[in-house]
């Protein structure tokens, strides 16, 4: 899932850049204009059992979550959103959270005291923690 995060995350930066050097959007991922998730995909992740979570189903809500925010084609999404924010509005907020702290991450002026992306990551994690507390995860 952290690899995946970050791959998401580093192509959203790159690709302003990408294409202000001239190529292709259409260029730019092997898929790129594939849609990154489908309503039948969120739709067969199965957040809740009872009173708990599934553990199993935090990595795909997640990823799908990611896969979506970090898509450079013109997508529509909304469906998708508001459904994996009906699955789970708190988890949601927090990987929107994430996702619009990174938006507005100056990647040209990292200083690894004044500005990191530690501190961004850190936070998260935070946040992820402070959520499955109290939560039965199995």
């Given at each position: 899932?952290?690899?995946?995060?970050?791959n998401c995350?580093d192509h959203v930066?790159?690709?302003?850049?990408?294409l202000?050097?001239g190529?292709?959007p259409?260029?730019?991922?092997?898929?790129?204009?594939?849609?990154k998730s489908?309503?039948?995909?969120?739709?067969?992740?199965?957040m809740?059992?009872?009173?708990?979570?599934?553990?199993?189903?935090?990595?795909?809500?997640?990823?799908?979550?990611?896969s979506?925010?970090a898509?450079?084609a013109?997508?529509?999404y909304?469906?998708?959103l508001?459904?994996?924010?009906?699955k789970?509005?708190?988890?949601?907020e927090?990987?929107?959270?994430?996702?619009?702290?990174?938006?507005?991450f100056d990647i040209?002026?990292?200083?690894t005291?004044y500005?990191?992306?530690?501190e961004?990551?850190?936070r998260?994690?935070?946040?992820?923690?402070?959520?499955?507390?109290?939560?039965?995860?199995?």
């Open positions: 899932m952290c690899d995946h995060i970050s995350f930066k790159m690709y302003p850049e990408y202000q050097l190529y292709s259409d260029d730019f991922l092997r898929n790129a204009l594939e849609e489908t309503i039948k995909i969120i739709k067969s992740i199965k809740k059992f009872l009173l708990g979570y599934k553990a199993i189903s935090l990595d795909p809500y997640i990823g799908n979550s990611i979506i925010y898509d450079h013109d997508n529509q909304d469906e998708h508001n459904l994996l924010e009906q789970s509005p708190e988890l949601f927090i990987i929107s959270k994430l996702w619009n702290n990174w938006i507005h040209t002026k990292i200083d005291i500005n990191s992306d530690i961004l990551f850190e998260f994690i935070g946040d992820m923690e402070e959520w499955v507390k109290n939560k039965i995860i199995v």
